[in-house]
């Protein structure tokens, strides 16, 4: 089977930095992306790691470490419009994408 | 380019009847999936079609159903509803030729059965 674990919640001020953690279980694997949801908005995309190693896009970084199945993404000089849910998705062999359960990140002034 | 539809964005059903969903995929895209999303529970993959087929299927009970049309349209169809259906459904649709498989999703439709 599949399976994606993240944290539910994390919290932090403006300006500082966020590093949200998946592992992941899969009987094949591909990639691992990110998507962003806002609160009543559909997901988007944000980052792929196909190969080990960080994947910086601004002020966000995905990091992929296959041997661990383990990835993470690094949120930057947070701002008030970053609180939203942020999900960790596999790709795996069969070419569908399975979804964790997202966490909550929630940006204070 | 026009994103991701999704009709309709809500609907109230009771216990016993059936929904139809519907999701119109951007233009070019062969590649639709479905997910159910519950709080908590994040984003649960239903069925994913490509050229008219079904490509994936979730672990979901058969009263969970869907199709694609030769436009690439897709629909998906719950029948004999139960409370726990009660959730945002979502399409997405992607290029397929991406390496990322990159996923663009629509708004939802949001259902709650009564």
């Known amino acids: 089977g599949q399976s994606l674990e993240q944290p539910s919640e994390v919290t932090a001020v403006e300006g500082a930095i966020v590093q949200i953690n998946c592992t992941y279980q899969?009987?094949?694997?591909?990639?691992l992306s990110w998507y962003q949801q806002h609160d009543g908005g559909a997901p988007t995309f944000l980052s792929y790691?196909?190969?080990?190693g960080l994947e910086e896009t601004g002020r966000f970084s995905s990091f992929l470490s296959r041997s661990d199945s383990y990835g993470y993404l690094l949120l930057q000089e947070l701002q008030m419009k970053d609180s939203a849910s942020y999900f960790c998705?596999?790709?795996?062999?069969?070419?569908?994408?399975?979804f964790g359960a997202g966490t909550r990140l929630t940006v204070k002034p | 380019k026009a994103g991701v539809t999704q009709t309709p964005r809500y609907l109230i059903k009771t216990r016993g009847q059936q929904v139809t969903l519907s999701c119109s995929p951007i233009?070019?895209?062969?590649?639709v999936s479905w997910y159910q999303q519950t709080p908590g529970q994040g984003l649960q993959f239903l069925f994913e079609?490509?050229?008219?087929?079904?490509?994936n299927k979730g672990n979901f009970p058969g009263r969970f159903s869907g199709r694609q049309f030769s436009n690439s349209r897709s629909e998906m169809n719950v029948s004999t509803l139960e409370l726990g259906d009660s959730a945002l459904y979502l399409c997405?649709?992607?290029?397929?030729?991406?390496?990322?498989?990159?996923?663009?999703f629509g708004e939802g439709s949001r259902l709650t059965v009564l």
């Open positions: 899969t009987s094949g694997f591909y990639g």
């Open positions: 998705a596999v790709r795996a062999n069969n070419n569908d994408m399975r």
């Open positions: 233009s070019g895209h062969r590649s």
């Open positions: 079609y490509f050229s008219e087929t079904q490509r």
């Open positions: 790691n196909a190969l080990d």
């Open positions: 997405a649709s992607s290029s397929d030729g991406s390496p990322s498989g990159e996923l663009f």
